[in-house]
């Protein structure tokens, strides 16, 4: 420690006794506080879940009830057996005995759309919409009871009417035979289906305010869906984490979402229940809070620790700073430091050094102050000149206007544009949007000149209204397109740029179909624009400040990701193309 220099002692001193301590107890009480609201909300959740689903398993229980009520009712037996030989006395059974089955269990169980006997005797009476022919029901059901014991019967969860099986609940249908008094016989088919208030009951049980995203998957099928909110990658991950989770439930704390499964056998579904961690959230920035102040307390204790231990090596400093404070234009002294040769004693020397220069420099100070005065009215005639020149231009636009010469109008608005975007610059910062309007200016220009040997498009695929950017990074490229390549080529020229943008790169390709680069020349380029040579390698042409001023000034803007790179091949053109590191800026 003696050895070590005083930034070394104070910043080890900071880093040991304050920055470490406090991030170290920050993020685990953070931590702390985060998982445990985060797990005491999700087993919440889930207990909810295990609860409307145990009232769900119950209610399906009680509608698997209703076939006993037929099955043990002696006057249907007899009925689907075939014993009343007349159709009168069939009709007169039927009216008496059994429909009032019908009436009783429809009654007595909301949510039930419909009860549907299929015979097996083709002499008992049929009876629309209660009792049918066997013939008439779905082979799915009846080779799916073909599987099953005597005393067991099965679900099956079918579309709605409307057959939209994605976007509301779908019917639950129970299907269970009914057999002869010694079981030996099977006499009719049993077929309980529900309406889609059995399972949004369920589901409102659970989603009170309808904020949940419900999946149900029957047998690895998804047939009911609601919500938009999440996207399907979102839905299949945090599904797979509750698949692997032994709970029931799983959470990610990044995108801070919450999925709750149950599973019902008896159905041979699972439900997924995806709801956002927002409102909980709320309670962790409560806690938060409480963990900010506790840091804050003990950022005062430590940093007071801190302040005692390193007082003895800052107090000289503080007396120099003390000492500066005091010192003005008019009251220039000395300090009078220590003896020792550390950096305090050097930086002492260095401070009387520059009181000495300084007083020297005062003097000269107030010269540069009348110097500014002198070149900011010289700054001010300047402006004038822009001025007139607008004025002018705008007059000689309005004498072509009058004797109807349209070219000439269009060239000089065109003209004073391109001055104005010139010569009024405040500052070196535009937004992309005036850049390429400046571009295409320019380009008109041009176009006045080669009439026919000159065709430009510019394509712009992406907002640019808000992006900033350096004035003058594409007028550079085109000129050197129209210098370099349209104007020595005798054929007709073309000049493209497009704009577009991939995630947080913005793409701005400018390209000609002139004679291209020579293969020697290029490289040259391409080692000035990456650093690898001297930039005096390109004054040996009258060609290429242009680009590296371009290449500089945007690595400057936009930092050292953003590039300029340039294709050429000889006889087909010459491509540049920006790549610029943007965040967000849309």
């Keep these: 420690m003696k050895n070590m220099r005083i930034v ?27 998982m445990d609201v985060i797990s005491e909300y999700s087993e919440g959740k889930q207990e909810l879940v295990v609860q409307a689903g145990e009232g769900f398993r119950a209610r399906l229980k009680q509608i698997e009830s209703i076939h006993s009520q037929f099955q043990y009712n002696q006057q249907l037996i007899d009925y689907l057996s075939g014993l009343y030989p007349s159709e009168l006395n069939q009709v007169y059974s039927y009216l008496k005995d059994i429909r009032p089955i019908y009436i009783y269990a429809l009654t007595g169980n909301k949510g039930i759309a419909s009860i549907k006997l299929y015979k097996t005797q083709q002499s008992v009476q049929s009876v629309a919409g ?208 220590g003896s020792s040769r550390d950096e305090i004693d050097f930086l002492t020397r260095s401070y009387n050094s520059l009181i000495h220069r300084i007083d020297e420099l005062l003097t000269n100070v107030h010269k540069a102050e009348l110097m500014k005065k002198e070149a900011d009215y010289l700054v001010l005639q300047a402006q004038i000149k822009p001025h007139f020149l607008y004025n002018t231009l705008e007059s000689i636009r309005m004498l072509a206007e009058i004797n109807d010469d349209q070219e000439v109008v269009d060239a000089t608005f065109t003209f004073g544009k391109l001055l104005r975007y010139t010569l009024t610059s405040r500052d070196n910062e535009t937004v992309l949007r005036n850049e390429l309007t400046n571009v295409q200016h320019y380009l008109d220009m041009h176009k006045l000149r080669l009439l026919d040997r000159l065709h430009y498009s510019i394509e712009v695929l992406t907002p640019v209204d808000n992006i900033s950017c350096p004035r003058f990074i594409l007028q550079p490229l085109v000129e050197n397109c129209i210098h370099h390549g349209v104007g020595r080529s005798r054929s007709i020229g073309r000049i493209d740029v497009v704009v577009k943008r991939e995630d947080d790169v913005l793409i701005i390709v400018i390209a000609d179909n002139g004679p291209g680069i020579p293969p020697e020349r290029l490289d040259v380029i391409r080692g000035v624009l990456n650093n690898e040579l001297d930039r005096q390698e390109l004054q040996k042409e009258n060609s290429g400040q242009g680009l590296y001023n371009v290449s500089e000034r945007i690595r400057i803007f936009y930092g050292g990701h953003s590039t300029l790179i340039i294709d050429s091949q000889v006889g087909e053109g010459t491509k540049f193309t920006l790549k610029l590191k943007v965040q967000g800026g849309i």
């Design 130 to 337: 209660e009792l049918e022919d066997l013939s008439r029901m779905d082979a799915k059901p009846i080779a799916l009871l073909n599987a099953v014991n005597v005393d067991k019967g099965i679900w099956l969860l079918s579309s709605n009417p409307t057959g939209h099986e994605s976007t509301r609940p779908p019917y639950l249908s129970y299907y269970q035979r009914i057999y002869n008094n010694s079981y030996t016989q099977s006499l009719a088919a049993m077929e309980i289906t529900s309406d889609d208030s059995l399972i949004r009951n369920f589901l409102n049980a659970i989603d009170v305010n309808q904020n949940i995203q419900v999946l149900i998957m029957n047998n690895g099928e998804v047939i009911y869906r609601s919500g938009h909110d999440l996207s399907p990658e979102q839905t299949a991950g945090m599904q797979a984490l509750a698949e692997e989770s032994e709970r029931g439930f799983a959470y990610s704390r990044s995108q801070r979402l919450l999925v709750n499964s149950l599973s019902v056998p008896e159905l041979s579904t699972s439900f997924y229940f995806f709801s956002e961690l927002d409102e909980v959230f709320v309670d962790i920035r409560k806690k938060a809070i409480f963990l900010g102040v506790s840091l804050l307390l003990s950022l005062l204790l430590l940093t007071g620790i801190y302040y005692a231990t390193a007082s003895s090596i800052v107090r000289r400093i503080l007396g120099l700073a003390k000492h500066m404070r005091k010192v003005d234009e008019n009251k220039l002294t000395y300090y009078e430091g």
């Design 8 to 34: 070394q002692k104070m910043a080890l001193g900071y880093l040991m006794l304050v920055l470490l301590p406090i991030l170290v107890f920050g993020v685990y009480l953070y931590n702390q506080f985060y």
